[in-house]
């Protein structure tokens, strides 16, 4: 996962070898348009493509589910039935959707630095903190006289293990509209059984456009803003792919970890990953029960549960890819050969840090994981809860008599009531995963990483967690409009002291402060270990490149279109068709349904141009490149430069790549350009 800045002098004679045919400058550059200008981040956590002169992006089904169910009712299951706008006014907004360009990226090492030197530091922090390295981003743009306006976001982040920084500078759009999306079934084929895994067949796409002013500046929603004129869009190639094909991805991975020590990665493995499977897997059983039992629940928890899923499976896939992977073993390599190195080089900080790291990765394992199992159950699993600070000031303003406080706190506790009570939330789903996660909680924890509200459920309903949950569920200020709109008519002390979802709430964040300063107190230090341990292993390794971990900025990765072998006896070619859809069909499984309309395609084999040379229909492929989470909807390019696929997914016997990337073994998914093309251009998706 590749600096765009270091390309031309890191990997560009790489590039050209393995296929690249144009000019590194066409792929970025920073003084003229490249490819880069046509990969923007979508939303808060995906890639996205530019594909027209007039704004039109490509990304994943997956990235735009949330904004797809965002827009769909019973009546209106684009879901269920995808959804085309057939012309602009029917190009449905996208609330709280962006889409964000990198204008410039600047290596800003050498001032950063002078900066945490002359700066007061009492907590030694600097070096990483958001907060602080924002302010010294806008020092930065000020003296360089960069222009900034509402649109304009400057991030500066640190690389290597804070050894390096880089800035960048983004021109957010706001004004995001909906254009196109097939049915789940199609862009959602497979679902959670075929999800992390090949051969795979899902047409995993959707499109929107971004809207701007009529000067063609970012600005907020306006029916009358007009389609964004892009500076660089990405061509088509149709040509199809072979094995050994060049295949580059540019996007925005999120997230990976690959100088971890192999006592960190135990500590992902039973501290993280562990927990979180067996948690997710309790609520997501019960989502799944109520979703199949009723079409409002069904649309209401789809976004909630397909992005809880996937890292449940993903964690499920890690710990045994790196068993299988021998990454331990392979970690205690590097780190022997790291201790050889720091020896000879007689760097007291090199030969010490491992173990340093170590003692503070014991130290923390058991708070990790009751932090872990906390934010599972009550931040991920239960929504329900009450606005509890707000009651308080609400208590005091009734104390007060201050009748102007009273009413100021109540109009805003409406507003609270409207936002728990969306329309993405079952009041009635959300009590019978509280009751399956309670009791769950308190097994999986020791008793003093209990809320205080456990003594209650002990005490007052004699361990009767069901009870407790009713006695909530039914009896707080915040649980229907009955008891919401009986309380704000004359809202009482005795009412907010009595109500028990605020003891509740109040416990939760209680401890989650308890636990939050224990696990900050067990890994203080760690960050500056990570430094020199990093800084130490791209000695150890140069003058070969080294990639910084991901952290959801702009990279590029590089390889070929490639088949692999899983296991002994096993060969999964490098492409899969149409006919493999057919052949999954299962009506009797909503994740493996096929539409009627895609089976008459396939039955007349009208494919057009996008058929492969014996007729069949391309679906989707593999290739070599580099992705994780933030990646999904990238854009997969050929060696011209031209667009043959959107990255949507990574294969299941290489999940632990994120820590150890294994070139023989590691491959993205990709859906074919062809196979979005012949969807977005016949009715077999309507």
Known sequence: ?????????????????????????????????SLKDAVVHFGGGCTGEIISAEGLVLTNHHCGYSYIQQHSSVEHDYLTDGFWAMSRKEELPCKGLTVTFIDRILDVTPYVKEQLAKDEDPEGLNYLSPSYL?????????????????????ELKPFYGANRYYLFIKTIYKDVRMVGAPPSSIGKFGADTDNWMWPRHTCDFSVFRIYADANGEPAEYNENNVPLKAKKHLAISLKGINEGDYAMIMGFPGST????????????????????????????????????????????????YAGSSNYWKNSIGMNKAIIDNKVLETKAEQEAKFAAFAKAKGNTDY?????????????????????????????????????????????????????????KNIETLKKVYADIHNKDYDHEVDRKVAKALLPLYAEMVPANALPAFYTTIQKDFKGNYDAYVDHCYDNSIFSNEANFNKFIKKP????????PMTAYVRAKYDLMDKL???LAESMK????????????????????????DANFTIRLTYGNVKSYNPKDGVHYKYYTTLKGVMEKEDPTN?????????????????????ALPNGDMPACFLTTNDITGGNSGSPVINGNGELIGAAFDGNWESLSGDINFDNNLQRCIAVDIRYVCLLYTSDAAD
């Open 257 to 304: 970890n690959r100088y971890l020590t192999q006592s960190e990665v135990k500590q992902r493995m039973h501290s993280t990953n562990e927990p979180r499977i067996r948690i997710r897997g309790v609520r997501q059983d019960v989502l799944k029960k109520e979703m199949a039992a009723s079409d409002k629940v069904r649309i209401q928890y789809a976004s909630k």
């Open 590 to 610: 909503p994740e493996f349904v096929v539409p009627a309309k895609l089976k008459e395609l396939y039955e007349t084999k009208d494919f057009g141009r996008y």
């Open 351 to 407: 030969e010490k840090v491992v173990s340093e790291i170590d003692a503070a990765i014991e130290k923390s394992n058991p708070i990790l994981y009751n932090y872990t199992c906390f934010r599972e159950v009550f931040q991920g699993g239960i929504e329900f809860g009450t606005p509890y600070l707000i009651l308080d000031k609400l208590k005091d303003a009734i104390k007060n008599k201050d009748k102007e406080a009273i009413n």
């Open 1 to 33: 996962m590749w600096m765009l800045t270091d390309l031309k002098e890191q990997n560009a004679a790489t590039m050209y070898d393995m296929g690249l045919d144009i000019s590194i400058d066409k792929v970025y550059c920073p003084d003229s348009i």
């Open 134 to 154: 924002s302010k010294v981003a806008k020092r930065f743009a000020e003296q360089e006289n960069i222009e900034i306006t509402p649109f304009t976001a400057l």
């Open 516 to 518: 939050g300063n224990e």
């Open 525 to 548: 230090g760690m960050d500056l270990l990570h430094k020199t341990y990093v800084r130490g292993l791209c000695e150890m390794y140069s003058p070969e490149p080294k990639a910084p």
């Open 492 to 499: 009482t002390v005795k009412a907010i002291e009595k109500d």
